[in-house]
């Protein structure tokens, strides 16, 4: 496992999702994006999916920290946890950090990182859905990708893994010319955002 030197301070507020970086509070990664409404199915969109989301990653989390307690897991989320040891095991993902919590100085945001680690041999930054792949996954990704590098974390690839019910996965690589667009894509987002909350 690797550690971050962090030269500032980040807190986060879990309730109402609030990073505050030495002292004052900036936008997250999914904030911006839901800001800016470039996240698609809102009219489909439920309060359990987003509890899902959340207890899915909470799984996988204590699954990579060696702390899973499985007697206490929903049986609607085995196929989702199923998933993810099927993809780390095919794929010899070696993880080296998990839900690791960063902010860019330089650019005013926060976020959480789901893992990074080492695939096929290459560092990389993999983010965990539950569902179906969107556009904006792809600035997500990037965003969080300028993040890490902002800290001298280099991912080589990116890669957004969705988990199914049925545990199976499917696996998106995001290429180099993919990532330039979307940070683009991102900062442009994330300035309108700032402004807004400014104005």
Known sequence: MIQIVKPYTLMFDEEPHEYWLNGFRVPSVTQVLAARKLYKGDEWWKEEHRVRGIAVHVATQLEDEDDLDETTLAPELAGYLDAWRKFKAERRY????????????SLGYAGTIDRWGRLDGKTALVD???????????LQIAAYRAML?????MSEIAVCV???????YHLRHLNTIDLYRAEALWRNALALTQWHLAA
Do not use: C, M, N
């Open 149 to 153: 590098a902002e800290h001298g974390v």
């Open 162 to 168: 969705t988990l199914q019910a049925d545990g199976s």
């Open 128 to 138: 965990i859905k539950t569902g179906g792949w969107q556009a904006a996954y792809a």
């Open 94 to 105: 070696a993880i080296e950090l998990i839900e690791e919590r960063l902010a860019s100085v």
